[in-house]
């Protein structure tokens, strides 16, 4: 597609349900981003996919969040047991590959809004 | 662990008035230096990237400059549509991830 696409915009939970949050980056990017933002706040890292594989998923706050890639595209943030700290924005950015001119140029999505009551 | 520290979180300009904010930071070998500009409900737009010290880029009232410590995002007699918040990000030459500083809040008053 033209850009990133998140979805849902907004989720409203209950405390303790799951949610997933999906993000289908740009056709091409083989790098996708993670990140949460709370309100007032700035971006804190979640997870980094290089095509299927997270090298890096030091960022996830606990077990109760996961992520997965398929395909080398879309790409699913699960939160389990959902808490109220959990309400932030999620944001989903993706770039090229590693070592292409340009790579490291985030273009990110206009974020999941989840709010747990 | 790679640290960016952004000041100030919030500045009130006049339009017109020119000044600067600061991105402080820390990484075990810098790959690239990027600030991006956040409007509200958005997600955050790419506006630089740097790689060394002494670099600099430009782009119409704004200019980021890089040494080894920090940057400085060089805003010229803003305007009120200049108004955003501006993260900093670093990535580091071992791993492709990207860390972001807080932000600093910029508003620009007419």
């Known amino acids: 597609g033209a850009g990133v696409s998140q979805s849902p915009s907004n989720k409203v939970t209950e405390k303790g349900k799951d949610v997933e949050l999906r993000c289908d980056p740009i056709?091409?990017?083989?790098?996708l981003y993670w990140y949460r933002q709370s309100l007032g706040q700035g971006l804190e890292f979640l997870i980094y996919?290089?095509?299927?594989?997270?090298?890096?998923k030091s960022g996830l706050p606990s077990d109760r969040f996961s992520a997965e890639r398929t395909g080398g595209s879309v790409s699913t943030l699960t939160i389990q047991r959902t808490q109220q700290e959990d309400s932030a924005v999620y944001l989903c950015?993706?770039?090229?590959?590693?070592?292409?001119?340009?790579?490291?140029?985030?273009?990110f999505g206009a974020g999941s809004r989840l709010t747990v009551l | 662990e790679d640290q960016v520290t952004q000041s100030p979180e919030a500045l009130r300009l006049q339009e017109g008035e020119s000044s600067s904010l600061n991105c402080s930071y820390t990484?075990?070998?810098?790959?690239?230096l990027f600030w991006y500009r956040q409007d509200p409900g958005k997600g955050p737009e790419f506006l630089f990237t740097?790689?060394?010290a002494g670099e600099e880029k430009e782009k119409e009232r704004l200019k980021a400059t890089l040494t080894k410590k920090e940057s400085f995002l060089h805003i010229t007699a803003p305007k009120p549509e200049d108004s955003a918040t501006y993260l900093c990000?670093?990535?580091?030459?071992?791993?492709?991830?990207?860390?972001f500083g807080a932000g600093t809040r910029l508003t620009v008053k007419p």
């Open positions: 056709s091409g990017h083989t790098a």
């Open positions: 990000a670093v990535q580091a030459v071992n791993n492709n991830d990207m860390r």
């Open positions: 950015a993706s770039s090229l590959s590693p070592g292409v001119v340009g790579a490291n140029v985030l273009t």
């Open positions: 740097l790689y060394s």
């Open positions: 990484v075990s070998g810098l790959r690239g």
């Open positions: 996919f290089q095509g299927n594989s997270a090298p890096d």
